[in-house]
């Protein structure tokens, strides 16, 4: 059916849906977790790797060393206590603790410091990048930014743009001569040990001016002299990396992966807030970028993943509604079709209490829906003179059963079909099979009926011939003047009783002919009279007085075979029921509204107990073979099919009168 398709397909597409997102699930927590396991896995090899490295390195001596200038106050310097140190130096101490390996630090003229780097005496030495200088070292990644400016006398009159005239005083070997170099080439560069030795020549006014990496120039002027000022514009601003001897390439990624925790911890602005008291990175934060990239992209992930099961959800929300709406309707339909069954239903759980009644069953049971459902399936069944005991099965696994039962007038087919699925009870059918089972009988009974009814309607018609030879035999006699008057009388006597002989083969005739379900207008008097001819024979037998109290000219509107078939039983009830001397009374008369018939015989009346059950098909008194219990049943039906009325008072011993009253009949009316 298609409901049921459309049931399977909403179950289907919903399983489907839920089996996606479940199957997208696992595949996200499946690629997460290898995430995590390889990035555990690079990090192990990553620390294999680096104490190998390491290991060689240290050799031949179990430290490495980072050379630089000595005077290059607040970076590194030497002070007056001859220690070494610096913001650059208080980094080196933290590389080395983040590397694992001691690192000593030692102060150099600047240009000294660069030589050591490249003949590998030392390990390294911060520095700007430009391109002769990668021909002899490698680089880290950048560990800070650093402006590069020029330092003047404060009443100097030199800005930014008068560098090609002045004379210049520069540290030897510093990355801002290879700068002045290219970009200002007709400055006048005096070469110094240190930018502290630049100042001496500028305030003793034997140079311009003087680079240097601010901090530198800054330290100088709040240490030497108020008279020198800072040119607004820096020369340059580049990021400072570490310089390495070129055969130290395999501990370059080592020393970028040290620099980068330190830089994730924030080490740098530690420092810087030691020295400066300011927090304003020198470095960029190259590694927070990073971080901030991979954020974004895990963000943007974590939505679209979002989105996603959000327009499946909503999908899915969607389809549910169109399913439901369809499952109503359909839940509707099936209730239509389940009322509209001409059988008894009824849907009972496992414990017996009503699920739910079609509406047969309801209104022959007198019983609102809303009220009975959820109670004990008892107060319908009992009505069929059946309950729930009669219904629940003895062992667990019954199969479905059929049974007949009796109520009253009706005989009911009821069927048990057991639900298994889901232990949901029973579906029990009643059918009414009164009329098949009146049916069978009477097939039986009426084509007995129909063969003796033909036989004898084909004796009377042969009987008619001899009959007719008499009577024709009797008059020529009769003309014969010579009989006497015994002979007379002899001739008459034969007269009158062939002449009764005809009437009796007139009846038997009619009453087996067949007069369809027409409505005529009838004569009540002359059916009584037929009736009793009928069973004139019965009546001689046991002498029974016949009272017929009836207008001869009683006409109404009726169908005349279905009156023979109540008159018919009546009389042979009222016959059976009578002894010697008895008396039988049909009476018939016209009422207001109809026409009232009784047939009152003084018989041995009918048991109280017996009252109740007199119209019911099969029920019977008489012996075996004798009765069929099936005459006041077709009385009942009869008399109902004319719209008519009946009733019975009896009493034991006195006899009994059936009383039925039949509508008037309208003139051109069929059944
Ligand atoms: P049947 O005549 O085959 O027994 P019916 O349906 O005609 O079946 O009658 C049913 C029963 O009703 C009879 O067996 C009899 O006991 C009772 N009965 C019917 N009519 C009379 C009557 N007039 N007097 C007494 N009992 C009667
Ligand atoms: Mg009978």
Redesign the pocket.
Known sequence: MDRSKTLEETKAFLENKKKILMDLGVFIMIVVAIFFICLDTKKKAFERDKQIILEKHLSEQDYLVYGANICAPPLRFLDEDGVYKGVVVDYISLLSLELGVEIKTEPYEWEEALWKLKEGETDFCDMFVNEERAKDYIFTDPIYNLRTVLAVKEESKFSFNDINEMKIATEKGDYANYYIEKNFPEADLIFVDNVGEGMDLLLLGQVDAVIGDEPIVSYYIGKKSAQIRMINTALYEEPVVLGMPRKNADLLPIVNHAIRELNKKGQLEKIQQKWFGISTPLKDANGAKKYIRLGIISGGALLILVGIIAASNRSLKKQVRIRTRELEASRNELQLIFDSIPEYILMVDQFGNIVNANKGILEYSGLDRGLCFGQCCDIILNKFAIGYVDIVPVEKDTQDEKMLVKTGKRIYEVKIYRLTEFERGTLITLRDITLDEVNKKQLLQSSKMLAVGQLAAGMAHQIRNPLSIIRMHTYMLRENQNMDETGKKSLRYIDENVQKAGCIIDNVMNFWRVSGNQIETINLSKNFGDIISLHENLLKKKEIEVEIDCDSELWFRCNEEALKHILV??V???I??MEHLDKLILLGEKVEDGVLIQ?I?T????AEE?MEN??NPF????ELG??????????YSEVEKLSGTIKVD?KIGE??C?TIKLPLGEENSDV
């Not at 029920?619 to 008489?622: I, L, P, V």
């Not at 004798?626 to 009385?635: E, R, S, W």
């Open positions: 039983n009546l042979s009830n009222a059976d029921a047939c015989d018989g041995c009346g009918i017996n007199l119209f029920f019977t008194t008489k004798k009765g069929t219990g099936l005459g006041l049943f077709v009385v009896s006899g009994t059936f």
